[in-house]
């Protein structure tokens, strides 16, 4: 078991030195004078050079990159060309935001996700079913950036009971868990269901249900149990998801995240800021991910016992 | 290549075939009503130019006309009129072409370039397995949204860059679907006699390998075609992909946030409406070909067979059965 957890927490490192390289070589190649990025559309041809020379901008390729791969495995991420703060401090200061509103929205979906799957499952074809189906289906569909707009328009506009932006107080936490929470709530219920669904069918359910356990029982204790580990896995891979879901989302409601500090260092073409908060999102969603397969190996009794 | 006989029999066989998958089909409503809403919106931007024509030099659905901005929905503007007095529903038709082509184009070059490295990964393995499953670890660890948008902004505005920034995250699906079909055939015996008579890695792949996996690259293609045009319309939103006056939904939604706390609602009411149901369409056909094409990949869904079964469970069990 260790040995597999290592193994794969090995494997993480060439992706990630790939994802930066491959990363740089686009952001280095694109079009555009990162000197200008840095001095201003106004700055002289001389203050430019004067730029080049002082951030290394005159060396070859290799040697850019070279430095820029000294600097991380040093945790040294640089500094924004536009505000001159450092990279690492700016990600690492804003990078809780982004973790809650992602925690939220997940927690959000296993909260109402789970019981309506249950429901669902267990009064089949019902009209509750239907209507939950449906629900689900357009939880997926909608976009979260619009559901996000709609809300400021009813909840801050129209009723005025919600600020439209902001991330401070948790009254201004509603609307962006509801947002990015509202896909993985309808993606826990649909696996829920499903997963339920193809438990209730079991031997051992008939088998429960034959002993003359109490209905309740055999559903919570009998077949929740088996039909929650599949969900495990999803709500994990849905809080890697979110975390793609929270760029839009920080942009709309002005939440001081990775994901709006990304997207406004893409607007600007920040090299240093764009890749800093990449790689932090890409290390957190892939260790997410890791943590969630060896999660479903530890609560799975018929996957532990292969690696005893 | 393709003997006689070969010919003769495949049609009928094809024909059989589709008119099974399209029974088990259109036993799914929700399907069925994926189907309609795409077919409408296809008729839509096909007849784009008829409901919204060009005048002159002008495109109609970009004529601005300043003494008729902003205004609310009506019985001449359907949908009201945007800030600079162009017609919302007009945008929105024209908008439907961009996005089902971003869409169409996404994801048949997504699952061209899946489907070769999945099947070269799959068929000669070694470094050049590995290094394409690195490629596509690579791409995974970061959210797909993420990638387009700094492919985007590193390329620059404009359809085809969208294209590319959008497609780059559409490979990955296809090329391990492809890759697990062609693990699991390689070793077979069929593909060895195949190979004994000569035929080559193309041959194969074709003729033995995609079949088989046709059914989930479909799903996927289905369900691609809605990550594709919200991806897209994501892009525009943040203005990293097409650019106004372009009548993009996305971009239209864009547009219409900056009126939003002035109450202007139908800016970005009516653009999202149809954004959420071309998603929404195109991920419920991708459902129900799922259950039409292979009934082993059956999920949780409404068909007829399946509601009798469960009817038939619960008399045995002897509840009064059915739907309530």
Known sequence: MHKFILKRFLMLIPVLLGLVFILFTILHFAPGDPAMVIGGEAATEERLQEIREEFGLLDPFIVQFGNYMWGIIRLDFGVSWITNNSVGEEIFARFPNTIQLAAMGVTLGLLLGIPLGILSATKQYSALDTGATVFGLLGVSIPNFWLGLMMIMFFSVTLGWLPPTGFGEPIQWIMPTVAIGTGSMAIIMRMTRSSMLECIRQDYIRTARAKGQKERIVIFRHALKNALIPVTTVAGLNFGFLLGGAVLTETIFAIPGIGSLAVSAIQARDRPVILGGVLLFAVTFSVVNLLVDILYAFIDPRIRSQYR | ?324
């Open chain 2, 1 to 324: 290549m393709i003997n006689t006989v070969e010919t003769a029999v495949k049609p009928n066989r094809k024909k059989g075939q589709l008119g099974a998958i399209w029974k088990r089909f259109k036993k799914n409503p929700l399907a069925v009503a994926g189907l309609i809403i795409v077919s409408l919106l296809i008729l839509l931007a096909a007849f784009a130019d008829v409901i919204a024509p060009a005048d002159g030099n002008i495109p109609g659905y970009n004529r601005q006309d300043w003494s008729r901005q902003r205004q609310f929905p009506s019985a001449e503007h359907i949908f009201g009129t945007d800030n600079v007095g162009r017609d919302i529903f007009h945008r929105i038709a024209h908008g439907a072409r961009i996005s089902l082509l971003v869409g169409l184009v996404v994801v048949s070059v997504g699952m061209t370039i899946g489907v070769t490295l999945g099947s070269i990964s799959g068929f000669y393995g070694g470094w050049r397995e590995n290094i394409i499953m690195r490629f596509i670890d690579i791409i995974l660890a970061v959210p797909n949204i993420l990638i387009a948008i700094i492919i985007a902004g590193a390329l620059g505005p404009g359809l085809i860059n969208v294209m590319i920034a959008v497609g780059i995250g559409a490979i990955p699906g296809y090329a391990r679907i492809v890759r697990g079909q062609v693990l699991s055939v390689r070793d077979q015996e069929f593909v060895e006699a195949a190979r004994s008579i000569g035929a080559n890695d193309f041959r194969l792949i074709r003729k033995h390998v995609l079949p088989n996996c046709m059914a989930p690259i479909i799903v996927e293609a289905s369900m691609g075609m809605a990550g594709a045009i919200l991806s897209a319309a994501g892009l525009s939103f943040i203005g990293v992909g097409l650019q106004p006056p372009t009548a993009e939904w996305g971009a239209m939604l864009s547009a219409g946030r900056g009126f939003l706390l002035a109450g202007y609602w139908h800016m970005t009411l009516f653009p999202g409406i149809f954004i959420a149901a071309i998603v929404f369409s195109f991920n419920m056909i991708g459902d129900g070909l799922r259950d039409a094409l292979d009934p082993r990949l059956r999920g949780a869904s409404f068909s007829k067979r399946k509601f009798k079964r469960v009817l038939a469970q619960r008399a045995a069990r002897g509840e009064e059965g059915g739907r309530a």
